[in-house]
């Protein structure tokens, strides 16, 4: 995998919007790069409901909105093997059973659950130490959206 270092110069401490999945149009904080190039962000889960999570940096639109996270410390144990997933073992082939299966919904660890908290009160009080802290806070919570006639290439973020 080729890993990209144009995430530690120009998303780094930078809300983004962020632009896939169940998360599309949340505004997220970049935290740091991790070890595949993936890049760790935050909603924060207390403002807008983004957990901490792996996103590609092409699936993110950095703005100009800056948060001074020098007094955030990301714990070690939050690595690439941090988020993978726990494999549920097959059972046997039963005739009629195909249908009868449902997959279990993914429910977060009590460690997971803990780290999140952690880093939330660590960047809550950055944005709070930040001269347009409550304002912020409302770009945070806010979702990004294009409308009929604007064109994100046309646009300064």
């Not at 110069?9 to 930078?14: A, F, L, S």
């Not at 660590?122 to 409308?147: C, M, P, T, W």
Request: glycine share 6%; net charge positive; hydrophobic share 35%.
């Amino acid at each position: 995998a080729v890993v990209s270092t144009q995430s530690k110069q120009w998303y780094q401490r930078r809300v983004s919007s962020g632009i896939n999945a169940e998360y599309k149009g949340k505004r997220v904080i970049v935290l740091k790069q991790l070890g595949t190039g993936l890049l760790l962000v935050t909603g924060p889960h207390k403002l807008n409901g983004c957990p901490l999570r792996r996103i590609n940096q092409r699936y993110l639109l950095a703005t100009s909105a800056k948060i001074d996270l020098a007094g955030v410390s990301v714990p070690e144990n939050i690595n690439d093997k941090y988020f993978a997933r726990v494999k549920a073992e097959k059972a046997a082939k039963k005739e009629g059973d195909i249908f009868d299966a449902k997959k279990e919904a993914y429910k977060p660890s009590e460690q997971r659950k803990k780290d999140q908290v952690t880093v939330d009160t660590q960047v809550l009080e950055a944005i709070k130490k930040n001269a347009d802290g409550k304002v912020l806070k409302q770009y945070l919570r806010a979702s990004f959206a294009l409308s009929k006639g604007q064109y994100p290439h046309n646009m300064a973020f």
